[in-house]
């Protein structure tokens, strides 16, 4: 009985040690990731070629071939395979972080995007539907409708290439998925 409570007594003691530690441990949820401009784009394109993990051309454009490059490079150097550029990615390249967000953003910047840019026209939703299945996001027809299918898909994209899941387009998700920002009518590059 003594024994019991020594130990109950240790346990009651430790508890605030125990509490604090799960308070120090950041939430998992809500994170902002800060894109990277073209010019560092580049940069990161080009140290994932160096290391043979990148077989094009360093663009500036972050599309389905970069991503591919940047998780193949992490698990061939034991990081965790997020899809992301995060510090120890960046560490391995041998990147600066902190001069990757201060890059000059060039000539080949994408521009923001516009909040009301009108209706999309039905082989443009085709086409974006027609990406989002190959890439295993969307599984309706390929109709150029949008509704909720497509939407649904889009979010999902974003959640898995970590881009903030708004379920609408931008200039960001559209390159994350292959296609060209500036005219979404126009096939996978």
Sequence with gaps: MRMNRVALAGLILAAPLFASLAVAQPAPGL???????????????????????????????????????????????????????????????????GDLLTAAPGPASVPAADPAPGPLSRSAVRNVQS??????????????????????????FQQGRGLQPTGQLNPATVQAMGLDPNNLEVPVR
């Design 31 to 97: 994170s902002y990731v800060q894109p990277l401009g073209p010019a560092a784009l580049m940069q990161v394109q080009e140290r994932l070629r160096q290391a043979g993990a990148y077989p094009g051309r360093p663009d500036g454009v972050w599309g389905p071939d970069s991503q591919s490059a940047l998780e193949r490079f992490q698990q061939r150097n034991g990081l965790q395979v997020t899809g992301q550029l995060n510090q120890a990615t960046a560490a391995t390249l041998g990147l600066n972080a």
């Design 131 to 156: 990406r989002l299945r190959a890439l295993g996001f969307y599984r309706g027809g390929v109709d150029g409708a949008w509704g909720a299918g497509t939407q649904a898909a889009i979010e999902r």
